[in-house]
């Protein structure tokens, strides 16, 4: 199957730090590469993978569900663990849950986390109608390009599929299960207007973790997908000094 332009996976060989980078529902690699190309630069190690379902056609997402999108995020860690001293996992949107999953679950082999405009809840009365409705209709209109910046698109699906999205909907609820634990450090960056994920969820996220070092960050100038928007180069800056500070820490308190 054919990607969409943009949709490909990046991958760079750094330094023993590690980076895990999980992209949203239905979007792609897209999304996140200039962070991804940011962070190469800076001569770490980066996975950004695409997820089961993305980069193709909706119709694809369809036939996937969160287990699959989770899955290849857990690979992607478990090669980075085995070729870094420290890996940290970052996310947007749906990928901020997939990254808090994996902070909960893998414990020590994740060093840190940032999210940018976490999800972690779903639409009361769409989630209710889903179980029915997703066997009526096959999809809906899409969430993709929640951009400030003029002239900014983001590569994704223009329908969402309701099969996928109800899985979502399942994986929310036991993200949000899992957040006390986490323990990590956490960097939390949000979007003062988002028209993809209520600005609630940010703060669920933030009083739910264990984490005793906890950074949150709004995000003035951009929208949902803020890795594209005019906050960009902020989310860069900001991910750099949480990166360098905990990596630099871990390495004296294990004295090598």
């Known amino acids: 199957m054919l990607l969409l332009p943009g949709a490909e996976p990046f991958t760079h060989d750094g330094s023993a730090t590690g980076v895990l980078l999980c992209h949203g529902f239905t979007g792609s690699p897209q999304s996140l590469r200039p962070w991804a190309e940011h962070l190469a630069a800076r001569g770490l190690t980066v996975s950004l993978p695409l997820l089961p379902g993305h980069g193709t056609r909706w119709q694809d997402l369809q036939r996937t569900g969160w287990q699959d999108w989770y899955a290849a995020v857990d690979r992607e860690l478990r090669q980075l663990t085995e070729r870094c001293e420290h890996v940290f996992v ?54 993709i390009s929640d951009i400030a910046k003029e002239g900014v698109l983001e590569t994704g699906y223009d329908r969402v599929p309701l099969h996928a999205a109800h899985s979502v909907r399942s994986l929310f609820s036991r993200v949000r299960e899992e957040l006390p634990q986490v323990t990590q450090p956490l960097l939390l960056l949000r979007s003062r207007v988002d028209h993809v994920v209520p600005v609630g969820d940010s703060a669920v996220v933030r009083a739910a973790v264990s984490s005793t070092d906890v950074t949150e960050h709004v995000l003035e100038f951009s929208f949902h997908v803020a890795t594209l928007d005019r906050d960009a180069e902020r989310i860069f800056q900001e991910t750099d000094a949480f990166i360098s500070r905990l990596a630099t820490r871990k390495t004296a308190r294990d004295g090598t």
Request: one cysteine or more.
């Open 90 to 143: 970052c996310g947007l949107s749906m990928g901020g849950a997939l990254a808090l999953r994996l902070a909960a679950r893998r414990g020590p082999a994740v060093s840190g986390v940032v999210v940018v405009n976490p999800a972690v809840t779903f639409p009361r009365l769409q989630g209710y109608a889903l179980p029915v409705l997703r066997h009526l209709v096959p999809s809906t209109r899409g969430l």
